[in-house]
């Protein structure tokens, strides 16, 4: 089974700066992607960053980044030049391929508010 | 736009009632999945079909279940209500199945109100 842990339930940043969520999980597989999901106040589940757990290399997606330590089984986000429209709440989640399905786990979520 | 339908966007009932929600996939995507997201459990996976198949079950209860039609929409029919069972329910569909690359693209719930 696999665990997902956020442990800061609230972050907060100001505008135009850098802010780092992090989390990290744990899962027996090692073949794995791990992605990061923001929920806006509208209450919608949307796609931030994806990263392949065979890559070395940590996935960027504009303004988003990751730091991934596989090692450490923890995978960060990094939000730079943060924007008020990034607040939400941020879920990690690991999807684990076992041939037959690929469900995601959730962590419990970071809720991030960007002061203006 | 996620491309994922879900309807109805809110539903209010009363306990001990059966409802049934409905989620039309992206085109193209063979899987489905339902989670519940509520305060107290967070977001939880409920159960994924692939192709009309069940592939996986999590954290279902016995009174809820759900189907893939041959059209690839899928039902999630909950009885018996609780007070419990308020929550928001998401569906989400990816292209393949067991290839956890794919990421799900999430509809925009149900938000279910048991009175």
């Known amino acids: 089974a696999q665990t997902v842990t956020q442990s800061q339930p609230e972050m907060s940043v100001q505008e135009a700066e850098t802010v780092t969520l992090s989390c990290t999980y744990d899962t027996s597989e090692n073949n794995y992607y791990l992605f990061w999901y923001k929920q806006p106040p509208s209450r919608q589940m949307i796609l931030v960053i994806r990263q392949e757990a065979y890559k070395q290399q940590n996935a960027t997606e504009n303004r988003f980044s990751v730091n991934f330590q596989k090692a450490a089984k923890s995978f960060s986000l990094k939000i730079s030049d943060s924007q008020l429209g990034d607040t939400a709440m941020y879920f990690c989640a690991p999807s684990v391929n076992t041939g037959a399905n690929s469900k995601l786990t959730f962590g419990k979520g970071i809720t991030l508010s960007v002061r203006p | 736009d996620s491309g994922v339908t879900q309807t109805p966007k809110h539903l209010i009932t009363a306990t001990g009632q059966r409802v049934t929600l409905r989620c039309s996939p992206r085109?193209?995507?063979?899987?489905v999945y339902w989670y519940q997201q509520s305060l107290d459990q967070g977001l939880q996976f409920l159960i994924q079909?692939?192709?009309?198949?069940?592939?996986a079950k999590g954290n279902i209860l016995e009174r809820f279940s759900a189907q893939q039609f041959p059209d690839l929409h899928s039902e999630l029919n909950l009885s018996s209500l609780e007070l419990g069972d308020s929550a928001l329910y998401f569906c989400?569909?990816?292209?393949?199945?067991?290839?956890?690359?794919?990421?799900?693209?999430f509809g925009d719930g149900t938000r279910l109100s048991i009175l």
């Open positions: 989400a569909s990816s292209a393949d199945v067991g290839v956890s690359n794919q990421p799900q693209h």
């Open positions: 079909y692939y192709n009309g198949e069940e592939r």
């Open positions: 085109s193209g995507d063979l899987s």
